[in-house]
């Protein structure tokens, strides 16, 4: 099981990012995929998280609006589309999937494979 986010970036508040997280391994149409985030001196917090299908995705109040989570499965690929950006979104981003099948949600112990991050930066 692999997975690999991308798409990180410097931008300027009110601007767009789209990161992708590429997945192999496993069938990401029987998995839900998390992105989450961390910014030096807090915790790893998720803020979105897709259904198998790609039919459902939950977003947390910070993001809800702005950011948009996608899954191509025949690219067995997971898009996070990032709009409106602001100074506190900056953290490493990270992808994840979910270690059962079932898991719809965003907290980080539901998770047990992880990409490497990449990192957004949002200036004012």
Known sequence: VQLQ???G???QAGGSLRLSCTTSGFPLEHYP???FRQAPGNEREGIACIDGN???AVYVDSVKGRFTMSKDLAKE???LQMNNLRTEDTAVYY???A???QTIAIGVSQYNYWGQGTQVTVSS
């Open 99 to 101: 270690s059962s099948p």
């Open 5 to 7: 986010a991308s798409g």
């Open 95 to 97: 992808c994840a999937r």
């Open 9 to 11: 970036g410097l931008v």
């Open 54 to 56: 790609g039919g459902t």
């Open 33 to 35: 995929i998390g992105w």
């Open 77 to 79: 690929t997971v898009y």
